[in-house]
Protein backbone atom coordinates (compact mmCIF):
# COMPACT_ATOMS: atom_id res chain seq x y z
CA UNK A 1 0.00 0.00 0.00
CA UNK A 2 1.02 3.57 -0.98
CA UNK A 3 2.41 5.55 2.26
CA UNK A 4 1.32 9.37 2.34
CA UNK A 5 4.18 11.49 1.58
CA UNK A 6 4.25 14.50 4.04
CA UNK A 7 6.33 17.53 3.30
CA UNK A 8 7.00 19.83 6.37
CA UNK A 9 7.63 23.52 6.38
CA UNK A 10 9.77 25.19 9.32
CA UNK A 11 12.30 23.13 11.16
CA UNK A 12 11.59 24.76 14.70
CA UNK A 13 10.36 23.70 17.86
CA UNK A 14 7.22 22.32 16.07
CA UNK A 15 8.44 21.34 13.00
CA UNK A 16 11.62 19.62 13.80
CA UNK A 17 9.79 17.11 15.73
CA UNK A 18 7.17 16.48 12.85
CA UNK A 19 9.97 15.93 10.34
CA UNK A 20 11.89 13.67 12.83
CA UNK A 21 9.13 11.52 13.68
CA UNK A 22 8.13 11.20 10.08
CA UNK A 23 11.65 10.17 9.04
CA UNK A 24 11.73 7.47 11.74
CA UNK A 25 8.66 5.98 10.61
CA UNK A 26 6.65 6.64 13.61
CA UNK A 27 3.29 7.58 11.85
CA UNK A 28 2.23 4.28 10.14
CA UNK A 29 1.06 4.92 6.59
CA UNK A 30 3.35 8.48 6.33
CA UNK A 31 6.94 9.48 5.46
CA UNK A 32 9.03 11.92 5.29
CA UNK A 33 9.18 13.94 1.40
CA UNK A 34 11.17 16.07 2.46
CA UNK A 35 11.91 19.75 4.66
CA UNK A 36 11.16 23.28 3.55
CA UNK A 37 13.73 25.26 5.37
CA UNK A 38 14.75 28.98 5.07
CA UNK A 39 18.35 28.83 3.23
CA UNK A 40 21.36 29.67 5.49
CA UNK A 41 22.63 27.82 8.28
CA UNK A 42 20.34 25.75 10.19
CA UNK A 43 21.32 26.64 13.65
CA UNK A 44 19.47 23.08 14.49
CA UNK A 45 22.43 20.18 14.25
CA UNK A 46 19.12 17.79 14.87
CA UNK A 47 17.63 18.83 11.38
CA UNK A 48 21.16 18.59 9.71
CA UNK A 49 20.33 15.11 8.11
CA UNK A 50 16.79 15.30 7.42
CA UNK A 51 16.21 15.90 3.42
CA UNK A 52 15.67 19.26 2.29
CA UNK A 53 13.18 19.96 -0.82
CA UNK A 54 11.34 23.23 -2.51
CA UNK A 55 8.48 24.19 -2.63
CA UNK A 56 8.31 23.12 -6.05
CA UNK A 57 9.47 20.03 -5.50
CA UNK A 58 6.94 19.12 -2.53
CA UNK A 59 4.16 20.13 -4.89
CA UNK A 60 5.35 17.35 -7.51
CA UNK A 61 6.26 14.98 -4.81
CA UNK A 62 3.76 15.28 -1.65
CA UNK A 63 0.46 14.04 -0.90
CA UNK A 64 0.35 16.45 1.96
CA UNK A 65 2.02 20.13 2.31
CA UNK A 66 2.45 20.31 6.96
CA UNK A 67 2.68 23.75 7.70
CA UNK A 68 4.66 24.32 11.03
CA UNK A 69 6.37 27.97 10.14
CA UNK A 70 4.56 31.24 10.82
CA UNK A 71 1.17 32.86 9.91
CA UNK A 72 3.02 34.78 7.27
CA UNK A 73 3.87 31.71 5.28
CA UNK A 74 -0.59 30.13 5.37
CA UNK A 75 -1.19 33.39 3.78
CA UNK A 76 2.00 33.34 1.28
CA UNK A 77 1.81 29.99 -0.04
CA UNK A 78 -1.38 28.20 1.53
CA UNK A 79 -3.88 28.45 -1.38
CA UNK A 80 -0.20 28.06 -4.26
CA UNK A 81 -0.33 24.45 -2.48
CA UNK A 82 -4.13 23.43 -2.70
CA UNK A 83 -4.87 25.17 -6.08
CA UNK A 84 -1.63 22.17 -7.01
CA UNK A 85 -4.14 19.55 -5.83
CA UNK A 86 -1.95 19.23 -2.67
CA UNK A 87 -3.21 19.08 0.85
CA UNK A 88 -2.13 21.61 3.38
CA UNK A 89 -2.46 21.04 7.22
CA UNK A 90 -1.99 24.69 9.25
CA UNK A 91 -0.61 24.79 12.50
CA UNK A 92 -0.86 28.48 12.74
CA UNK A 93 -4.08 28.76 12.41
CA UNK A 94 -4.38 32.08 13.77
CA UNK A 95 -3.83 33.52 10.44
CA UNK A 96 -7.53 32.30 9.52
CA UNK A 97 -8.43 35.62 11.72
CA UNK A 98 -7.71 37.22 8.54
CA UNK A 99 -10.99 37.27 6.36
CA UNK A 100 -9.09 37.41 2.88
CA UNK A 101 -6.76 34.82 4.27
CA UNK A 102 -9.57 32.70 5.45
CA UNK A 103 -11.91 33.05 2.04
CA UNK A 104 -8.80 32.83 -0.18
CA UNK A 105 -7.91 29.43 1.11
CA UNK A 106 -11.61 28.19 1.22
CA UNK A 107 -11.91 29.09 -1.90
CA UNK A 108 -8.82 27.01 -3.51
CA UNK A 109 -8.64 23.02 -4.10
CA UNK A 110 -8.80 20.92 -5.13
CA UNK A 111 -6.17 20.18 -2.09
CA UNK A 112 -8.03 19.57 1.00
CA UNK A 113 -7.43 22.30 3.84
CA UNK A 114 -6.74 20.74 7.75
CA UNK A 115 -6.29 23.10 10.47
CA UNK A 116 -4.36 21.19 13.56
CA UNK A 117 -6.02 21.41 16.93
CA UNK A 118 -2.16 22.06 18.13
CA UNK A 119 -2.29 22.56 21.99
CA UNK A 120 -5.80 22.82 22.57
CA UNK A 121 -8.65 20.30 22.82
CA UNK A 122 -12.43 19.62 23.27
CA UNK A 123 -12.75 20.76 20.08
CA UNK A 124 -15.02 17.80 18.82
CA UNK A 125 -17.37 18.48 21.21
CA UNK A 126 -17.30 22.08 20.69
CA UNK A 127 -17.98 21.61 16.99
CA UNK A 128 -20.89 18.89 17.78
CA UNK A 129 -22.73 21.15 19.96
CA UNK A 130 -22.49 24.35 17.59
CA UNK A 131 -24.41 21.93 14.98
CA UNK A 132 -26.69 21.32 17.48
CA UNK A 133 -27.55 25.29 18.24
CA UNK A 134 -25.37 28.23 18.13
CA UNK A 135 -23.10 28.86 21.33
CA UNK A 136 -24.65 32.22 23.40
CA UNK A 137 -21.45 32.91 24.39
CA UNK A 138 -17.80 31.18 24.74
CA UNK A 139 -14.77 32.39 26.56
CA UNK A 140 -11.24 31.65 26.09
CA UNK A 141 -9.19 32.50 29.40
CA UNK A 142 -5.01 32.65 28.26
CA UNK A 143 -2.93 32.57 30.98
CA UNK A 144 0.85 33.22 30.34
CA UNK A 145 4.20 34.61 31.59
CA UNK A 146 3.97 38.28 32.05
CA UNK A 147 7.21 39.01 29.53
CA UNK A 148 5.71 36.37 26.98
CA UNK A 149 2.87 38.77 26.70
CA UNK A 150 5.20 42.11 26.38
CA UNK A 151 4.55 43.18 22.84
CA UNK A 152 6.22 46.08 20.55
CA UNK A 153 3.32 48.12 20.29
CA UNK A 154 3.04 48.70 23.42
CA UNK A 155 4.16 52.00 25.34
CA UNK A 156 7.41 51.78 27.96
CA UNK A 157 4.72 52.23 30.95
CA UNK A 158 3.15 49.03 29.81
CA UNK A 159 5.86 46.74 28.97
CA UNK A 160 7.43 47.69 32.53
CA UNK A 161 4.42 47.03 34.14
CA UNK A 162 4.44 43.50 32.91
CA UNK A 163 7.96 43.07 33.35
CA UNK A 164 7.72 43.58 36.95
CA UNK A 165 4.47 42.26 38.01
CA UNK A 166 3.72 40.40 41.03
CA UNK A 167 0.41 39.24 40.90
CA UNK A 168 -1.67 38.43 38.10
CA UNK A 169 -2.65 41.24 35.47
CA UNK A 170 -5.61 40.82 32.70
CA UNK A 171 -3.92 42.66 29.63
CA UNK A 172 -6.72 41.71 27.45
CA UNK A 173 -10.33 40.92 27.38
CA UNK A 174 -11.96 41.28 23.38
CA UNK A 175 -12.94 39.46 20.29
CA UNK A 176 -10.95 36.56 19.02
CA UNK A 177 -10.14 38.50 16.13
CA UNK A 178 -9.13 41.23 17.79
CA UNK A 179 -5.92 38.93 19.52
CA UNK A 180 -4.47 38.87 15.80
CA UNK A 181 -3.10 42.10 15.74
CA UNK A 182 -2.37 42.57 19.40
CA UNK A 183 -1.40 39.20 21.30
CA UNK A 184 -0.46 37.35 17.75
CA UNK A 185 0.95 34.10 19.87
CA UNK A 186 -2.36 33.61 21.29
CA UNK A 187 -4.08 33.56 18.06
CA UNK A 188 -3.60 29.98 17.39
CA UNK A 189 -5.80 28.67 20.31
CA UNK A 190 -8.70 31.56 19.79
CA UNK A 191 -9.39 30.92 16.32
CA UNK A 192 -8.99 27.03 16.29
CA UNK A 193 -12.38 27.82 19.31
CA UNK A 194 -13.77 30.11 16.91
CA UNK A 195 -13.44 27.97 13.62
CA UNK A 196 -14.77 24.88 15.39
CA UNK A 197 -17.76 26.52 16.31
CA UNK A 198 -17.84 28.25 12.86
CA UNK A 199 -18.29 31.79 14.36
CA UNK A 200 -15.74 34.53 15.95
CA UNK A 201 -17.97 37.12 17.03
CA UNK A 202 -19.08 34.51 19.78
CA UNK A 203 -15.67 34.18 21.20
CA UNK A 204 -14.17 36.48 24.05
CA UNK A 205 -10.69 36.01 24.41
CA UNK A 206 -9.32 36.69 28.21
CA UNK A 207 -5.23 37.02 28.42
CA UNK A 208 -3.95 36.85 31.98
CA UNK A 209 -0.24 38.02 32.84
CA UNK A 210 0.49 35.81 35.48
CA UNK A 211 4.16 35.48 37.11
CA UNK A 212 3.17 32.31 39.02
CA UNK A 213 1.90 30.77 35.85
CA UNK A 214 4.83 28.49 34.72
CA UNK A 215 2.95 26.70 31.85
CA UNK A 216 0.29 28.26 29.70
CA UNK A 217 -2.74 28.14 30.73
CA UNK A 218 -6.09 27.62 28.46
CA UNK A 219 -9.27 27.54 29.95
CA UNK A 220 -12.46 27.81 27.79
CA UNK A 221 -15.97 28.35 29.26
CA UNK A 222 -18.87 27.59 26.31
CA UNK A 223 -22.58 27.87 27.12
CA UNK A 224 -25.58 27.23 24.50
CA UNK A 225 -28.22 25.26 24.07
CA UNK A 226 -26.65 22.42 23.55
CA UNK A 227 -25.24 23.02 26.95
CA UNK A 228 -22.17 24.13 29.02
CA UNK A 229 -18.84 22.83 28.24
CA UNK A 230 -16.27 23.81 30.12
CA UNK A 231 -12.28 22.48 30.08
CA UNK A 232 -8.56 23.96 31.23
CA UNK A 233 -5.51 23.07 29.17
CA UNK A 234 -2.51 23.07 31.30
CA UNK A 235 0.60 23.08 29.02
CA UNK A 236 4.06 22.17 29.32
CA UNK A 237 6.25 24.19 27.21
CA UNK A 238 8.47 22.69 24.59
CA UNK A 239 12.08 22.31 25.64
CA UNK A 240 12.93 24.35 22.89
CA UNK A 241 11.05 27.57 22.83
CA UNK A 242 8.70 28.22 25.63
CA UNK A 243 5.79 29.97 24.05
CA UNK A 244 5.20 26.84 21.76
CA UNK A 245 3.41 23.75 23.95
CA UNK A 246 5.48 20.49 23.89
CA UNK A 247 2.11 18.66 23.04
CA UNK A 248 2.04 20.80 19.72
CA UNK A 249 3.98 18.27 17.50
CA UNK A 250 2.67 15.37 18.67
CA UNK A 251 -0.79 16.77 18.03
CA UNK A 252 0.06 17.11 14.30
CA UNK A 253 1.34 13.92 14.17
CA UNK A 254 -1.57 12.38 15.43
CA UNK A 255 -3.61 14.27 13.03
CA UNK A 256 -1.62 13.24 10.41
CA UNK A 257 -1.96 9.29 11.81
CA UNK A 258 -6.54 10.17 11.14
CA UNK A 259 -5.63 11.07 7.76
CA UNK A 260 -3.84 8.31 6.67
CA UNK A 261 -6.90 5.30 8.81
CA UNK A 262 -4.31 2.96 10.07
CA UNK A 263 -4.70 3.87 13.42
CA UNK A 264 -8.22 4.43 15.29
CA UNK A 265 -9.44 7.83 14.67
CA UNK A 266 -11.64 9.81 17.13
CA UNK A 267 -14.58 11.01 15.50
N1 LIG B 1 -2.01 25.82 16.96
C1 LIG B 1 -1.31 25.83 18.09
O1 LIG B 1 -1.81 25.55 19.17
C2 LIG B 1 0.16 26.17 18.03
C3 LIG B 1 1.01 25.79 19.08
C4 LIG B 1 2.37 26.09 19.00
C5 LIG B 1 2.85 26.79 17.90
N2 LIG B 1 1.98 27.18 16.92
C6 LIG B 1 2.44 27.94 15.77
O2 LIG B 1 3.24 27.10 14.99
C7 LIG B 1 4.25 27.88 14.33
C8 LIG B 1 5.60 27.24 14.59
O3 LIG B 1 5.86 27.24 15.98
P1 LIG B 1 7.32 26.84 16.53
O4 LIG B 1 7.21 26.85 17.99
O5 LIG B 1 7.84 25.64 15.82
O6 LIG B 1 8.15 28.13 16.02
P2 LIG B 1 9.73 28.23 15.80
O7 LIG B 1 10.03 29.68 15.76
O8 LIG B 1 10.46 27.36 16.75
O9 LIG B 1 9.93 27.61 14.32
C9 LIG B 1 9.43 28.20 13.16
C10 LIG B 1 10.34 27.74 12.03
O10 LIG B 1 9.76 28.14 10.78
C11 LIG B 1 10.82 28.57 9.94
N3 LIG B 1 10.31 29.40 8.85
C12 LIG B 1 9.79 30.64 8.93
N4 LIG B 1 9.44 31.06 7.69
C13 LIG B 1 9.76 30.03 6.82
C14 LIG B 1 9.65 29.86 5.42
N5 LIG B 1 9.15 30.82 4.64
N6 LIG B 1 10.06 28.69 4.88
C15 LIG B 1 10.57 27.71 5.67
N7 LIG B 1 10.70 27.81 7.01
C16 LIG B 1 10.30 28.98 7.57
C17 LIG B 1 11.75 29.31 10.90
O11 LIG B 1 13.04 29.47 10.33
C18 LIG B 1 11.74 28.36 12.08
O12 LIG B 1 12.69 27.32 11.91
C19 LIG B 1 4.09 29.31 14.88
O13 LIG B 1 3.32 30.09 13.98
C20 LIG B 1 3.33 29.11 16.16
O14 LIG B 1 2.54 30.25 16.49
C21 LIG B 1 0.66 26.85 16.94
Redesign the pocket.
Known amino acids: MNRMRVAV???????SVVARSLRDGNVPGAELAGL???SGPSGRPDTDDLPLITLHEALREADLVVE????Q?VKDVGARILTAGTDLMI????ALADDMTATALRAAGPGRLYA?S???GGLDVLRAAARCAPFERITVTITKQPYALVQSWMDAREAARLRVATEPIEVFRGPARETADRFP?CT??AA?VALAVGDWAVVEVVIIADPAARPSVHEVVADGLAGTYRFGIVSRP?P??ES??MV?PYAVLSAISDLTGRDFTFR
Open positions: IGRGAVGLARCANQVISVGSGAIENVASERSST
